[in-house]
């Protein structure tokens, strides 16, 4: 059976041939057509497209390539990845089997979580961050812990931000700690980012010094009632990923209690809670935290630092 893009197109023959832009602009009507949910590295039909074609005819991201032209098997392939994004609401990166967050191409897994955390770009925009929020300026950066690291996206891109630092990961899915060595190995920093399959809330028992400079912790936090109306896209993510109870902060006082057993004195945590930033703000409201404005997009980070920990636990 002919794919459909080649329908559309009519058959290739010397007279007719397929530009990457008519291609595009093909593969951006088909995706927009459909009640598809965007969220997993992009947020819109064009940005899909794109991510679609390149990643199937291997050009670089520039203009020179519209006028590259589309073999017949490469229309098929992209036929074949639209099918099922747009049949099954597979997130694309699924369907890639990887994903670009932050300029990095990272392995994707389907049993594992897409990276899409705003604190990616915190840690890019790390220098800017210093100068704007309450962030000791002697803090130096040695030490690491990404708590629940998933794929390992936001602990490798902290050891690639922090050039010398050694990095520890952590995550209860036997498929995330796998992800993540595969990232790793990707990344070539084998030699300072570590990731252990455990549950977070036996940290202290682990770990025991108190000298990690820098934590990083998106957990689990959507709440019973965010889960029910999650659009299909999200729905092919593990559960033990995004579920966080009823109110989406089952883990946050064991984060809490982690971040005071195990923090450097001028130590911050830096956490996500999403969609629940509402709850958690009740639920915390003597805690001294602030809101990093989020100026490429997600919502509920914070920035905690160690002292205002003490009277908090
Ligand atoms: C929202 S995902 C975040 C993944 C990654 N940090 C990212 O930003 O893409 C949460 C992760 O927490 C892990 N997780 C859930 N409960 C955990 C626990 N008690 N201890 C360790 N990891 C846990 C899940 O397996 C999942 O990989």
């Not at 397929?18 to 602009?25: A, I, K």
């Not at 997600?298 to 908090?312: K, T």
Request: proline share 4%.
């Amino acid at each position: 059976m002919l794919s459909s893009l080649i329908l559309r197109f009519g058959r290739r023959d010397s007279r007719l041939r397929h530009t990457v832009e008519t291609v595009l602009e093909s593969v951006r009507q088909r995706l927009q057509a459909q009640p598809l949910c965007y969220g997993h590295g992009t947020d819109n039909a064009w940005d899909e497209a794109v991510a679609i074609v390149l990643a199937v005819s291997h050009l670089p991201d520039r203009k020179e390539s519209l006028r590259e032209q589309v073999s017949d098997s490469q229309m098929k392939d992209i036929d074949s990845i639209v099918e099922k994004r747009v049949t099954e609401r597979l997130p694309l990166p699924y369907v890639l089997g990887s994903c670009q967050f932050m300029g990095s191409t990272f392995l994707v897994d389907r049993g594992v979580i897409i990276p899409r955390s705003p604190i990616g770009y915190l840690l890019r925009d790390w220098e800017w961050i210093t100068q704007h929020e309450h962030i000791a300026s002697d803090l130096k950066v040695a030490k690491i812990l990404d708590l629940c690291c998933g794929s390992g996206c936001l602990g490798i891109l902290a050891a690639k931000k922090f050039k010398a630092a050694r990095v520890k990961m952590i995550d209860i899915d036997p498929r995330a700690v796998a992800l993540s060595k595969k990232n790793i190995e990707k990344h070539d920093l084998s030699s300072r980012v570590k990731v252990l399959n455990r549950d977070i809330r036996d940290a202290p028992s682990f770990l025991s010094a108190a000298d990690w400079d820098l934590i990083l912790c998106n957990p689990p936090y959507v709440s019973v009632r965010d889960m029910e109306q999650l659009p299909a896209e999200y729905l092919h993510e593990p559960e033990m990923a995004l579920a966080g109870g009823l109110d989406g902060l089952d883990l946050f006082d064991s984060i809490f209690e982690i971040s005071s057993h195990l923090m450097s004195p001028s130590g911050v945590l830096i956490g996500e809670v999403g969609g629940s930033q509402a709850a958690f703000c009740e639920k915390y409201k003597t805690v001294d935290l602030s809101w990093p404005d989020l100026y490429d997009g997600g919502e509920g980070v914070f920035l905690l630092e160690r002292n205002a920990l003490d009277s908090h636990t």
